[in-house]
């Protein structure tokens, strides 16, 4: 292409400092140097996640930001040493990026891979520990090595993975973060098998991918557990066979759940990212056998207290990232999956914005009112 090689001028939303809203600016992106790709991001979704960058909650993160993980695009340039993908080619960024050389790559069992931004004590800048973005002459930082909210962006080779060119990228950006994580934590993780009685704690674009990971792995009974009764509809939409609010009743969820099924679920799911909800989850679960996954992040710092007799008598806790997915790997099935219409994600899109409105997307997430708000470029 012709802008290979050189920097490009683009449009990005730029977190200057915590708690400021993303302003739209123009910034220069430099070209992908060795191993790296820079790619034009035609479609991304906003993560509540990018949310717990503005507000100052996520981890170890250096201002000014350009956050966006949730996005698919077009490969613009390559720099030396890439061989997995060409210009043209559709990808998606991954934000657990997969090395296929380390510990946990090497591994059947994992997808935290050790070359991970998670495991820099400062995990925003390239690889190499410089950035890409420059604006009004000062650098800014990368975020998950994705960086979406932004029109071109650069990222490692490990951290993104090509998909059929025919995938609707608008569509396919939720795989990089929400659907992904919310249905493999079921099919994947839990594994929740046919005929089981499951119980999903937070109906938000995740949790909504939870239930419908549920109803693709048969479960009987899908009980969808919500403060916001609007998040109902569309979550029996998608599967769910129930759903209660915890304002509706006197007694606490665990309590109402071991009612409602007898001995407890079969597989209780936290999508809200609260330790105290956790603890409700777990205390939901069947006695015995019952298992609890943790699929919210609660908030960096925060510790779990649970009265260990649960774990003795046989429940089980456990938990994922990306819906335990090595990303690489089971992308391109998904969105394959996606486009032989195993699962209707775009019920999970409830609004599309032009990229500069996307303090209006935030706004949609701050009160409630969205699922997945996507902005296009
Ligand atoms: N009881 C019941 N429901 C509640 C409560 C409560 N006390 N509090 C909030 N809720 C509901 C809200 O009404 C909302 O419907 C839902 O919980 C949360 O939904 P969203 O839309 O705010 O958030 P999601 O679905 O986009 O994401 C939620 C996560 C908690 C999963 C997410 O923030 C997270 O922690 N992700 C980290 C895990 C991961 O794998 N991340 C990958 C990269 S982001
Ligand atoms: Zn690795
Ligand atoms: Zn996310």
Same mark, same amino acid.
């Given at each position: 292409?012709?802008t ?13 400092e915590? %708690?400021?809203?993303?302003?739209v600016e123009?910034?220069?992106v430099?070209?992908p $140097?060795?191993?790296?790709?820079r790619v ?7 993560c509540?996640?990018?949310?717990h #960058?503005?507000?100052?909650i ?7 930001v350009i #956050?966006?993980?949730?996005g ?5 340039s390559? +720099?030396?040493?890439v ?6 080619d559709?990808v ?10 380390? +510990? ?9 891979c050790?070359?991970?931004?998670l ?8 690889p190499?520990?410089t950035? $890409? ?12 090595w ?5 029109e071109?962006t ?10 059929d060119?025919d995938?609707?990228?608008d ?8 659907f992904?994580t919310g ?8 594994? #929740?098998?046919p005929?089981?009685?499951?119980a999903i704690? %937070?109906? +938000?674009?995740?949790?909504?991918s939870?239930?419908?990971?549920c109803k ?15 998040k ?5 939409e ?16 665990n ?5 409602m099924?007898? &001995?407890g ?6 999508v809200?990212? $609260? ?15 019952g298992?609890?996954?943790?699929v +919210?992040?609660?908030?960096? %710092?925060?510790q &779990?207290?649970?009265?260990p ?8 806790l456990?938990?994922?990232l990306l819906?335990?997915?090595? &990303?690489?790997?089971a992308l391109?099935?998904l969105?394959?999956d ?16 032009p990229?500069e409105k996307?303090?209006?997307g935030f706004?949609?997430l701050h ?6 708000c996507?902005?296009?470029?």
């Amino acid at each position: 292409m012709a802008t290979a090689g050189k920097v490009i001028k683009c449009k990005a939303a730029i977190i200057w400092e915590v %708690g400021q809203m993303p302003s739209v600016e123009e910034v220069e992106v430099a070209p992908p $140097r060795s191993h790296e790709i820079r790619v034009k991001i035609v479609a991304t979704g906003i993560c509540r996640t990018d949310d717990h #960058v503005l507000k100052g909650i996520f981890p170890n993160i250096e201002y000014p930001v350009i #956050v966006g993980h949730e996005g698919a695009g077009i490969v613009e340039s390559i +720099g030396p040493g890439v061989t997995s993908v060409k210009p043209g080619d559709k990808v998606i960024p991954l934000c657990i990026p997969q090395c296929g050389e380390c +510990g946990c790559c090497l591994s059947p069992k994992a997808n935290c891979c050790l070359k991970s931004h998670l495991c820099e004590p400062l995990q925003n800048l390239m690889p190499d520990k410089t950035s $890409r973005f420059t604006c009004k002459g000062k650098q800014i930082h990368h975020f998950l090595w994705t960086s979406t909210f932004s029109e071109y962006t650069v990222m490692p080779e490990v951290s993104i993975v090509r998909i059929d060119n025919d995938a609707p990228l608008d569509k396919v950006c939720l795989f990089a973060c929400g659907f992904s994580t919310g249905y493999g934590a079921a099919v994947n993780c839990a594994k #929740v098998d046919p005929g089981s009685t499951c119980a999903i704690f %937070g109906l +938000g674009g995740v949790g909504l991918s939870v239930v419908m990971g549920c109803k693709v792995a048969g479960a009987s009974r899908i009980i969808g557990i919500d403060i916001n009764k609007d998040k109902f509809t569309k979550a029996k939409e998608l599967g769910a066979t129930e759903c209660i609010a915890p304002q509706d009743f006197k007694k606490p969820m665990n309590e109402v759940l071991v009612e409602m099924t007898g &001995l407890g679920v079969d597989y209780a799911f936290e999508v809200i990212g $609260r330790t105290d909800i956790v603890v409700t989850a777990l205390k939901s679960c069947h006695l015995g056998h019952g298992t609890c996954v943790l699929v +919210g992040a609660p908030p960096a %710092g925060s510790q &779990l207290s649970i009265d260990p007799t649960l774990l003795l008598t046989g429940k089980k806790l456990i938990g994922c990232l990306l819906g335990g997915w090595k &990303l690489k790997d089971a992308l391109p099935q998904l969105v394959s999956d996606y486009m032989k219409k195993k699962f209707n994600t775009d019920a999970l899109i409830s609004h599309t914005l032009p990229f500069e409105k996307i303090a209006e997307g935030f706004e949609l997430l701050h009160t409630g009112k969205s699922i997945r708000c996507v902005l296009l470029f």
